[in-house]
């Protein structure tokens, strides 16, 4: 690639840097922050893998390509290999002065792939980091209930060929509202220090033909979500009534036992919905260790 040879690169960012920590020569540069969308399914997700495609990857070529040299951004939500975004955050610094915020939405959707889209551009506080400033992260589960559903729809939705009981299956989504220890519903290889989260919103509903599970919370554990809709899918099965669905998932929920969760739902029914910032009510502030798993 080649480069201004009167170019003076400013010093990249690294995605790993404390959320603190900014650019020498800040008063050159802007951060640009982001809205992006995306069709998850031929992803390894959003992070960089050294083995498989990702929408980090996909978004840094983009924007190095336009900048002519290196460019590293951050993401609000770590979301897994199939799950979908419509409302990923990502922000970056850029030392290109001559394109105003809002038109990197157009420069970089004609350097990106059919299944990412860059939504909106904005630029941000100097020190605005789309992770460690993010208050909450809303969460989108879709199931695709009974008949004989399009491939179009599967790619998007889970399908379950019978209609749940909405009332047991609410009943079951209240009992993981306000601050909880998520361990039985956290993957095994989770890292995080604490298995501790605080959720705000859980919710089913139904928005025309599908089911939509809605969960809103500070961060999340690695396929907690996916983790919370296979169980609860499974319980209301069974589950006598909604009383009785609450009283097992209750039982689940406090047992701290993974072993006792049901089957993880597949990825391609998940969507980040959308990111808010703003005050951090419940968790640490800026907290740099923070996970954001989807």
Same mark, same amino acid.
């Given at each position: 690639?080649?480069?201004? !040879? /009167?170019?003076?690169? !400013? ?16 008063s050159t540069l802007r951060t640009i922050k982001l809205v992006l969308a995306y069709d ?6 959003? %992070?960089? %893998? ?5 929408? &980090? ?35 970056? *610094? ?20 059919? /299944? ?8 941000? !506080?100097? /020190? ?6 993010? @208050? ?21 939705? +889970?399908?379950? !060929? ?26 095994? &290889? ?7 989260? +605080? ?13 939509? *599970? ?44 993974? @072993? ?12 980040l919905w959308n990111v808010e910032y703003g005050q951090r009510v419940h968790g640490h502030?800026?907290? +740099? ?6």
């Open positions: 690639m080649q480069q201004n !040879p /009167d170019f003076q690169q !400013p010093p990249v960012p690294k995605a790993s840097a404390r959320p603190d920590s900014m650019p020498s020569r800040a998850g399914t031929d992803f390894s997700g959003w %992070q960089r %893998q050294k083995n498989g495609r990702s929408v &980090q990857e996909e978004l840094e070529k983009a924007l190095s390509k336009m900048h002519g040299h290196e460019i590293r951004v951050n993401g609000a939500g770590r979301t897994d290999a199939g799950v979908h975004a419509m409302g990923q955050v990502a922000s970056f *610094y850029t030392d290109i002065q001559s394109i105003p915020a809002d038109r990197f939405t157009l420069a970089l959707n004609k350097l990106m792939p059919r /299944d990412v889209r860059v939504l909106s551009s904005e630029e941000a !506080p100097a /020190d605005f980091h789309a992770r460690f400033d993010a @208050s909450l992260r809303r969460y989108r589960y879709f199931l695709v209930c009974g008949g004989t559903p399009d491939p179009f729809a599967l790619r998007c939705a +889970h399908f379950v !060929p019978y209609y749940p009981r909405v009332a047991v299956l609410n009943a079951m989504a209240a009992v993981v509202l306000g601050e909880h220890d998520f361990s039985t519903f956290a993957s095994a &290889q989770d890292k995080s220090p604490s298995r501790s989260r +605080h959720i705000s919103e859980s919710v089913f509903f139904f928005e025309g033909e599908k089911l939509v *599970y809605q969960i809103a919370g500070n961060a999340f554990l690695w396929k907690q979500v996916r983790s919370l809709v296979g169980t609860m899918l499974e319980l209301e099965r069974i589950a006598e009534s909604p009383a009785h669905g609450e009283s097992l998932m209750r039982e689940l929920l406090d047992s701290r036992d993974r @072993s006792k969760a049901g089957a993880t739902a597949p990825a391609c029914g998940l969507f502030p800026r907290r +740099h260790s923070e996970e954001a798993y989807g």
